[in-house]
């Protein structure tokens, strides 16, 4: 959430700043400072209605240890009492409508992000790896996986419809060997401490990071009276870890790994990816999430990006870093770099992890503060989240790219101890 005195304060600036995303927000801040002039005016005589029946307060007192009749001096508390009730309630309104529609701006974009419109105006930063030359034509990972016994599709959808699969033996096992190999990476080699999250969480925590009031048509919600969704990403329980708390900034920053399932309903994204893993309704992913003080954010977001392209380094996978346009940033997100792995059977790069910085809008949403040196005024913190990577996605990278001539597919170096030293999937 965006802090509503800079709203105030500087809404020119503001509103030039959310306009680079693409979206005309003009109406939503204009109600925004009709709101906040609303609450200037309450302010005052809520102010001093309570001040007077705090000075009436003091008359009584004074009265009563004089012997005097006090009956006229509580009658007019009474009558103080119910104007500060009417200021309370006006400004309690007025709060309640500005409070839901500051919930719904976006994030405001870094100085450094390139203004555009879409992914074609994302400027490319860096590039690791060549594509496989193959002497023949790849195949797509649907096929391999079928051919191989590793992938069913059609049980799935017998089971739970269109946009799930079913992985068999070195098909499970592959994806169980990703999991194991990237938690280890990010603990062991990039000193993040692994969690195990709640897959369920309640509409606080979807406030929290963004997902909520603006994308449920995105979530899972589960029916009958709990207020619980099914995550669409580990990122939500991981930065609502330390919501409500105030934190030691000596101890910044902190990171966090975690894998999870991931459910989402992938709504407006009909036709698309329709055949395969790309884009499934439940799916694995490893994440990141880092808390930061604000001077050290956007170091650490390179850092938490670094780690994310470590794990298809060590994969021998080739990929690219694309740091997104100001028109296809994510809602909550003030800079985002997104990776991209290459997909022989496309002949393109494929987004496998997406890592941002979204600065203090989601601690503001979640109340995440820190103390520097552990004591003093709070401040809110930064929030820092990256795939690191999506494992269906790096499942189909590596069936695609290590694919054989013959159907078979290779097993990368790093994984082959996470497969009891299995080198090669080929069909059973």
């Known amino acids: ?15 030039r700043r959310l306009e680079s995303r693409g979206e005309d927000l003009s109406a939503t801040i204009e109600e925004l400072s009709k709101l906040d002039s609303a609450r200037r005016m309450i302010l005052p005589g809520l102010e001093k209605a309570r001040s007077d029946r705090k ?66 105006d994302n400027p490319e930063v860096r590039r690791h790896g060549e594509a496989p030359s193959l002497d023949f034509d790849p195949k797509p990972h649907w096929d391999l996986g079928t051919a191989l016994g590793i992938l069913d599709f059609e049980r799935a959808a017998k089971i739970a419809g269109a946009r799930f699969s079913v992985l068999v ?29 709640p897959f369920l969480v309640n509409s606080g925590a979807l406030v929290g990071t963004g ?28 930065c609502n ?20 399932p991931c459910f989402r309903s992938e709504a407006g994204s009909y036709g698309k990816d329709v055949r395969g893993l790309i884009r499934q309704h439940q799916f694995d992913k490893v994440e990141m999430v880092a808390y930061s003080d604000p001077e050290n954010s956007y170091a650490l977001h390179e850092e938490l990006t670094h780690h994310a392209e470590e794990v298809l380094k060590r994969l021998s996978l080739p990929y690219r870093t694309v740091l997104l346009c100001t028109g296809d940033m994510g809602f909550a997100a003030a800079k985002t770099y997104d990776i991209e792995v290459w997909l022989p059977s496309q002949k393109a790069y494929r987004e496998i992890s997406s890592c941002s910085n979204t ?70």
């Open 1 to 15: 959430m965006l802090d509503p005195l800079l709203i105030r304060d500087h809404v020119k600036t503001v509103h």
């Open 55 to 120: 000075e009436l307060g003091a008359r009584i007192a004074h009265a009563k240890s004089q012997g005097s009749s006090i009956d006229a001096l509580v009658q007019s508390g009474e009558q103080y009492a119910g104007q500060i009730k009417d200021w309370e309630e006006q400004l309690e309104k007025v709060e309640t409508e500005r409070q839901a529609l500051c919930l719904t701006l976006p994030n405001l974009p870094h100085e450094s992000v390139p203004i555009g419109r879409s992914a074609q």
């Open 169 to 197: 033996g070195a098909g499970a096992k592959l994806s169980r060997a990703l999991i194991a190999f990237m938690l280890d990476l990010h603990t062991k080699d990039h000193g993040y401490v692994e969690v195990e999250p």
């Open 211 to 238: 997902n909520l009031p603006k994308f449920e048509d995105d979530l899972f919600k589960i029916g009958g009276d709990w207020d619980l969704y099914l995550i669409p990403t580990a990122e939500v329980p991981l």
């Open 241 to 260: 870890l330390h919501s409500n708390e105030i934190l030691d900034g000596r101890k910044l920053p902190i990171r966090y790994t975690a894998y999870t």
């Open 359 to 428: 600065e203090s809008f989601q601690a503001r949403r979640a109340n995440i503060r820190f103390r520097r040196e552990g004591k003093g005024k709070s401040e809110f913190v930064h929030t820092l989240n990256g795939s690191g990577v999506a494992v269906g996605r790096a499942l189909i990278a590596v069936l695609e790219n290590y694919q054989q001539k013959d159907g078979s597919v290779l097993i990368p170096d790093a994984l082959q101890p996470y497969m009891n030293g299995q080198e090669i999937i080929e069909p059973t």
